[in-house]
């Protein structure tokens, strides 16, 4: 077993996420997940001069939003241990640890972005609540709300649910926000103006295709991502003409993010090869193009600030995420300076994690398919499948914790990016949809396993399989279709089991992500929902299965726990159950991952050795 004081300084190591650059570029504030006992918000000057301030200790999550206009406070956002049901508040530099709240506090609907008005007295966000009857409803609605008199002013109605996270122009005077109108796996940008007195469509590339967007920092064009049939080409939308200029329009690029920081006179613009960041800085009048040579990981251009310099976030599998002030001129991770002091504040370090190896094979149907290898430094007590969620996301060269104590316990890890993952074009990310969920992209997962078996790294009869989300849903997949001298054990964490529950219990703003992905609903396509549920195969069981679930978790609900517990008491088979009664989708506290993690190393080492197997 590994070391108790390693595991220690692995859930002490701070996991940054969600950096923002202030308006005027003097601060940048983050998120820093085990930093403390929950999620919290910190800020640092760009110039490098001071080490970061604390700006919230709450016991339950907190994320950064958004700065204020001035520059001087942000917009935070806190749930309650995992509900997602998140309230508002302002935070000065001034007064850090003073939360001045700006919505209710204890919210029956779910809250989207927050940004405060040039004015100082309006409050723009998304709510999924009808301020005239008071109750929760299926669609996003755009509010602005007034922090004076506590009005709330309904800017825009939108029809149907999705995910809607409203962004306010840096004057002040119009709102972008997505609509999911003609198809769940279409997204149109609509803008409207402040006054809610006209909003209208701008930008749509088509009923079944995504538009991302973006501000520029006039106020005046909008940075436009958006999908073709076979790549996503990156535009300006002018707003006093109403026209669309492409810029970059190449089937061989891949394209994932854009945006304009203040006082830059270029477009960052994010691509991702083979699951690795590349960054471009994009001449807005010409489309010239500033390619960032390829760096060891990954450095993501933020922002500018007041010195001229850069401010970006850099990590890989064995530099913990960090922020860090940079010239172009000088790109060495040996010249960055630390703004977040990260290495300051663990007793790691960079030979103490493990390296992300590529691993490559051959799915099924001819697809290449990319993975992360780690391993440990002696030889495996067997190999662990870690699944990453989404599915629309995917697996990076960065640190995970779980995965990094896996390997201090002896095992092999396996992180690949199936079929429907992001980073590898859009071709391959819409694959997963030939099937829907529950096709291919889980055989992408087993080929990887067949091929850890043919080149000598994994042995059958000792692997196992976990995940959070999508990642827990493969984990039951699994489980429930491949032969034990494949699966040995299976843990997922929040996992879908019912597809059909799932689609009813879970957030309103998820179901059209549900529909796009299997094709319909559970009214159009039944037959689907039925064949894709690990539910309806519990009685192929053969391996170990240890279910984890956080019982706030509003994603993937707790009635997935329920309805399949009593399916395996049905069909005689046993499961080891973790439930976390201050978690929601995810386990996130590092009181509770240390709980975890240690009763996950215990749980595959015993399936991988049968005969250490304990009385359940």
């Known amino acids: 077993m590994p070391n108790p004081s390693f595991l220690a300084s692995l859930l002490s190591l701070p996991d940054l996420y969600y950096p923002k650059l202030s308006p005027d570029g003097r601060w940048v504030a983050w998120t820093w997940y085990k930093a403390g006992p929950a999620a919290d918000v910190y800020a640092a000057r760009t110039d490098g001069a001071e080490p970061p301030v604390r700006l919230t200790d709450s016991p339950s999550d907190t994320v950064l939003v958004n700065w204020a206009p001035d520059s001087q406070s942000v917009i935070v956002a806190e749930d309650q241990n995992g509900n997602e049901r998140q309230r508002l508040f302002r935070i000065k530099l001034d007064q ?116 991302w967007a973006r501000w520029a920092p006039d106020g005046r064009r909008v940075v436009v991502l958006a999908e073709t049939e076979t790549h996503v080409r990156l535009g300006l939308w002018e707003r006093a003409a109403g026209s669309m200029r492409w810029l970059i329009d190449d089937p061989a690029r891949n394209f994932e993010h854009a945006y304009w920081p203040a006082e830059s006179d270029r477009i960052v613009a994010l691509e991702t090869h083979a699951a690795r960041v590349r960054a471009t800085l994009v001449d807005p009048e010409t489309g010239d193009e500033l390619r960032l040579p390829p760096l060891p990981g990954n450095l993501i251009p933020i922002g500018i600030n007041e010195e001229g310099a850069w401010v970006g976030e850099y990590y890989s599998s064995r530099q913990p995420s960090d922020l860090v002030r940079f010239w172009l001129s000088d790109l060495q991770p040996e010249s960055f300076t630390s703004l977040t002091r990260v290495w300051e504040r663990t007793a790691l370090r960079e030979a103490d994690l493990a390296q992300a190896e590529d691993f490559h094979w051959t799915s099924v149907d001819g697809l290449q398919i990319q993975g992360w290898l780690y391993r440990p430094a002696d030889k495996a007590r067997g190999t662990i499948v870690f699944v990453h969620g989404g599915p629309t996301a995917h697996s990076k060269d960065r640190i995970n914790a779980q995965i990094q104590y896996y390997i201090t316990a002896g095992f092999n890890v396996l992180d690949p990016n199936y079929r429907g993952s992001t980073g590898f074009g859009l071709t391959f990310r819409e694959a997963i949809k030939v099937d829907g969920w529950g096709g291919r992209e889980q055989e992408d997962i087993r080929k990887g396993i067949e091929a850890l078996i043919a080149a000598g790294i994994a042995e059958r009869g000792k692997v196992g399989i976990t995940g959070t989300s999508y990642g827990g849903y493969s984990a039951w997949c699994a489980i429930t279709r491949y032969p034990t001298d494949l699966i040995a054990a299976a843990a997922p ?62 994603n993937v609900t ?39 993690y240690e009763r996950l190393v215990q749980f595959f080492a015993e399936a991988f050795t049968p005969d250490m197997i304990t009385p359940r």
């Open 96 to 211: 850090p640890l003073v939360m001045s709240r700006l919505t209710e506090d204890e919210p029956y609907y779910y809250v989207r972005g927050g940004q405060l008005h040039p004015n100082g007295r309006w409050l723009v966000y998304g709510a999924n609540f009808d301020v005239a009857t008071q109750k929760e409803i299926e669609p996003t609605w755009i509010y602005r709300h007034d922090l004076e008199t506590g009005e709330r002013f309904v800017l825009a109605r939108l029809a149907k649910g999705g995910l809607v996270f409203p962004e306010l122009s840096p004057t002040g005077e119009h709102v972008l926000y997505t609509r999911v109108e003609h198809h769940p796996a279409g997204r149109q940008i609509w803008i409207v103006d402040i006054e809610g007195t006209h909003d209208h469509e701008i930008i749509n590339a088509g009923a079944a295709r995504k538009v």
């Open 558 to 596: 707790p009635e997935n726990v329920r309805v399949v517990t009593g399916g395996l008491q049905q069909a005689g088979i046993e499961y080891q159950l973790l439930t976390f009664d201050d978690e929601g989708h995810g386990i996130s506290k590092p009181k509770n991952q240390a709980v975890l």
């Open 493 to 554: 964490i929040c996992g879908m089991t019912d597809l059909v529950i799932d689609y009813e219990t879970t957030r309103p703003d998820l179901r059209p992500y549900s529909e796009e992905m299997l094709g319909g609903s559970p009214t159009q396509v039944l037959q689907r929902y039925f064949e894709r549920s690990p539910i309806n195969f519990l009685k192929q069981i053969t391996g170990q299965v240890l279910i984890v679930q956080g019982l706030r978790d509003p």
